[in-house]
């Protein structure tokens, strides 16, 4: 089966421009997670979503980032304005359903974002 | 502050030698899971591991997990180069519906 597809793989912008980051999860897939990696850090998450609907964003900065999941398929990332601090690999996962106890999860290549 | 904390951060081994990692967390679980990051990629799912067990194994890895101690360790036997990667713990609490992560070991694998 596909795996997780992300695009762009790499992005360079100059803080306070916007950027924006697809995620395509596999087929069958309800749940999808956005992660934000600091270099030398493990994954942080940003927004999980249940279908088309919002499960947890509580460490996503609503100020500057948004997400959406239309049509519970594919899903998008954004950053406007980016700050310095924005530059990171951006994550994307997915797994076949949300479980209580934590689902496996699948991660797409990542996009690495530099904010200059 | 995070969920899981691995131990060491860096470790640096001869081919054929074993590796050991450790991860420490500080409420009760449903699982863990660890995951190999190699480098430039996404995270790939190694091993699950349920609360209610003790110890489970996948071909050269072996994963434990002692509640009691609130640790689990993941020991990958006769390493390669190949095994040259990041290695994450994911702990999922018994109150919360994901998985968080730890920062990581970095394992080195000389040929």
């Known amino acids: 089966e596909a795996g997780v597809a992300q695009s762009p793989r790499y992005k360079i912008i100059e803080k306070r421009q916007s950027v924006a980051f697809w995620c395509n999860p596999i087929s069958g897939h309800a749940t999808l997670y956005w992660y934000q990696q600091i270099l030398g850090q493990g994954p942080k998450l940003l927004i999980q979503f249940q279908n088309n609907g919002v499960v947890d964003d509580s460490q996503l900065p609503k100020d500057r980032f948004s997400a959406e999941r239309l049509k519970g398929v594919d899903s998008t990332l954004k950053i406007q304005p980016a700050k310095l601090e924005d530059s990171a690999v951006y994550l994307c996962?997915?797994?076949?359903?949300?479980?209580?106890?934590?689902?496996?999860?699948?991660f797409g290549p990542g996009t690495r974002l530099t904010v200059t | 502050s995070q969920q899981g904390e691995e131990d060491p951060q860096a470790l640096s081994i001869q081919e054929g030698e074993n590796a050991t990692m450790n991860c420490s967390y500080k409420t009760s679980i449903n699982n863990l899971q660890w995951y190999r990051q190699n480098s430039g990629r996404g995270l790939v799912h190694l091993i699950l591991?349920?609360?209610?067990?003790r110890e489970k194994h996948s071909g050269r890895l072996r994963v434990t997990l002692d509640t009691s101690k609130k640790s689990s360790s993941l020991l990958i036997t006769a390493s390669r180069a190949a095994d040259t990667a990041s290695y994450f713990c994911a702990t999922a609490p018994t109150n919360a519906g994901k998985s968080t992560f730890g920062d990581g070991t970095t394992l080195t694998v000389k040929p």
């Open positions: 591991i349920r609360s209610n067990e």
């Open positions: 996962a997915s797994s076949y359903r949300r479980v209580a106890g934590g689902a496996v999860q699948y």
